[in-house]
T-cell receptor, first 114, second 114 residues
Framework: NAGVTQTPKFQVLKTGQSMTLQCAQD?????MYWYRQDPGMGLRLIYY???????DKGEVPNGYNVSRLNKREFSLRLESAAPSQTSVYFC?????????????FGPGTRLTVT | DQQVKQNSPSLSVQEGRISILNCDYT??????FLWYKKYPAEGPTFLIS?????DKNEDGRFTVFLNKSAKHLSLHIVPSQPGDSAVYFC?????????????FGDGTTLTVKP
């Protein structure tokens, strides 16, 4: 049981390049989330997927797109990377069962855009 | 406007003493509150939570207190141990309308000195 996995762990991009961050969970969770964390700040929600087949914008969606490929996988795409997108990106998942509200996080992807 | 605030960026305590981490919120619709712990280069991990219908929840050395009238919650760690040194995030959710999304504070870095 690996929990939430993210690839890659580290990435350096040049301004204007594109890339996709991958996230997968093996806990049969319905909801999945993408966050970014900047130094000294909390986690800000980029996009989320309440269930397979649905996605919605979070607090900071500009410059990103997502795909909920299936129940396990939720990817985040940067079409044209900008230095302002330098951050640590975390994927998380949560079951929709009653009484289970905590989110389970992956180890993060550290992205630098030069 | 930040809806969840952790006003103390850092806290230092001696091993064996009590650590108290504070969190304030502004949205009266929040009905579930969580604390996460984060070590460097890892994703956050769930620590403890509390529903708005309760004013206290205890799990071993960790206790969370909720004061709804003051829109304030706190996390008590007794006794504190060096392994508790980490960043602690407070999070709040309005689960009835929000698809399980959480709003995070900026975190408090706890250092427990041996």
């Amino acid at each position: 049981n690996a929990g939430v996995t993210q690839t890659p762990k580290f990435q350096v991009l040049k301004t204007g390049q594109s890339m996709t961050l991958q996230c997968a969970q093996d806990m049969n969770h319905n909801s999945m989330y993408w966050y970014r964390q900047d130094p000294g700040m909390g986690l800000r929600l980029i996009y989320y997927s309440a269930s397979e087949g649905t996605t919605d914008k979070g607090e900071v969606p500009n410059g990103y797109n997502v795909s909920r490929l299936n129940k396990r996988e939720f990817s985040l795409r940067l079409e044209s990377a900008a230095p302002s997108q330098t951050s640590v990106y975390f994927c998380a998942s949560r079951t929709s069962g009653p009484g289970s509200y905590e989110q389970y996080f992956g180890p993060g992807t550290r992205l630098t855009v030069t | 406007d930040q809806q969840v605030k952790q006003n103390s960026p850092s806290l230092s305590v001696q091993e064996g003493r009590i650590s108290i981490l504070n969190c304030d919120y502004t949205n009266s619709m929040f009905d579930y509150f969580l604390w996460y712990k984060k070590y460097p280069a890892e994703g956050p991990t769930f620590l403890i939570s509390i529903s708005s219908i309760k004013d206290k929840n205890e799990d071993g050395r960790f206790t969370v207190f909720l004061n709804k009238s003051a829109k304030h919650l706190s996390l008590h760690i007794v006794p504190s141990q060096p392994g508790d040194s980490a960043v602690y995030f407070c999070a709040a959710s309005d689960y009835n309308t929000n698809a399980g999304k959480s709003t995070f504070g900026d975190g408090t870095t706890l250092t427990v000195k041996p």
